[in-house]
């Protein structure tokens, strides 16, 4: 029932969208990084852009979203939905 609720309402990004990591998930990027002794450089921690169509995981029932990043965007990545918000500017 759920997974068909969540479905159904559709994504809420689509490709070509302008998002972001929420505050919560970059705060683990941070943290991450201090407890490694890693480096900032090149991280998801700005604007991403949805790079494909969004698909559904049942594993995480959520949809996922392929993402670039970084200068030019020439960096990727994938996430879920959850994990995101919209940059409006």
Do not use: A
Not at 14 to 30: C, P
Not at 45 to 71: A, N, Q
């Amino acid at each position: 029932m759920y997974r068909d609720n969540i479905i159904n309402m559709g994504p809420k990004f689509s490709n070509g969208d302008i998002v972001m990591y929420n505050s919560t998930e970059k705060q683990k990027f941070l943290s991450y990084i201090k407890e490694n002794n890693q480096t900032c450089y090149n991280q998801p921690l700005g604007k991403l852009r949805i790079c494909s169509t969004p698909v559904w995981s049942d594993r995480h029932r959520d949809w996922m979203y392929y993402y670039e990043y970084g200068f030019g965007y020439t960096s990727e990545g994938m996430t879920v939905q959850s994990k995101l918000v919209k940059v409006t500017n």
